[in-house]
């Protein structure tokens, strides 16, 4: 388990109630841990039921789809677990009590543990069960969040082609004045200045409003052993290419450590995934909501094509953009891919961005 570092230790909100004999239990609710949090899962509890907590002492590991947090007791009590692990509340759900000397709870409803020879066992001649794996902590998480992505929204998918010659150039000519740049990196940056023309696709929508966002935030799908992780560019329309190369550095690294923080992964306004190193051409990337769009980006291929009535040999990469149809429609959705496209094999366009 990788939790944040020690800064960004989160302490628990306690609110008191009257409970058993009238002693004021304190009552141990989620926190809010990030801009768009609605719930959470009990990772990990740090305290024993029925141990005595001091204030100041990590009660527990609570997950996001984003990152995981120990969080601290604010008050001194006797611990009652409430959640047990690996089960996921709403912020603001109660976690446990931390009780008075001599105050009791009664007692929790005891559920029966499944038989564990059941879930192994098929149906008669059937495929047994070798391993059981919960679906719960991150990847229990991060699956929630994708099908509430898909049943809230109505995603369409495009996908377009794009010569990278002009990519090629312009990295080139970065590296020879000492500047390393990859080709992902230049389309965190012709994105950038995309999603400045196309304002839409940089937007959220809430409470049935579309709401249009004053910063761009380019999010990055960055695959960890823990589960997918989205560190974040800040105003990446706003930083030169060498400036987006040394942030995606660093965030995938520190996301790969498991050493994300929360300002890392908050405020996203727009999400790319790359996967192409696995050798995908072309998928269908799940939009991360409240965003509304995505992109997808594959693997650099060489085909021969014909350019100005000569075979030769180009390297191109398919972009993949799924966004929310009730949003934006097809064409301008499209025109975005294109601008994304005329930046790429046109980079002189970025001028001094670059």
Sequence with gaps: MNHAPTDWRMTCRMHRKPFGTGVMAKEILLPLLGDIMTAGTIAQWLKADDELVAAGEPLYVVETEKISFEVQSTESGRLRRVVPEGSAIPVGGTVGWLLEEGEEMPPARVVRAVDERQRRS???????????????????????????????????????????????????????????????????????????????????????????????????????????????????????????????????????????????????????????????????????????????IGRLNKRLALVEREVREVTTVYLSLSFDHRVVDGAPAAKFLRTIKSYLENPSKFGTQA
């Design 122 to 296: 098929g149906a008669e001649g059937g495929p047994g069960t070798t391993r059981i794996i919960p679906l719960r902590g991150k990847r229990g998480v991060v699956a929630q969040r994708m099908l509430e992505s898909l049943c809230s929204m109505a995603q369409l998918t495009i996908t377009l082609e794009v010569e990278m010659a002009g990519t090629a150039r312009l990295r080139g000519e970065l590296a020879q004045a000492g500047v390393r740049v990859s080709h992902n990196d230049v389309i965190v940056k012709a994105t950038a200045m995309a999603l400045r023309e196309h304002p839409v696709l940089n937007s959220t929508v809430r409470d049935q409003e579309i709401h249009l966002l004053d910063q761009i935030n380019v999010g990055l799908a960055v695959d960890t052993p823990d589960a997918l992780m989205v560190p974040v560019v800040r105003n990446a329309d706003q930083k030169n290419l060498a400036e987006i190369a040394r942030t995606t550095s660093d965030l995938v690294e520190r996301a790969r450590a498991g050493r994300l923080t929360l300002d890392d992964v908050a405020y996203g306004t727009f999400t790319i995934s790359a996967i192409g190193m696995y050798g995908i051409d072309i998928f269908t990337p799940i939009v991360n909501p409240p965003q509304v769009a995505i992109l997808g």
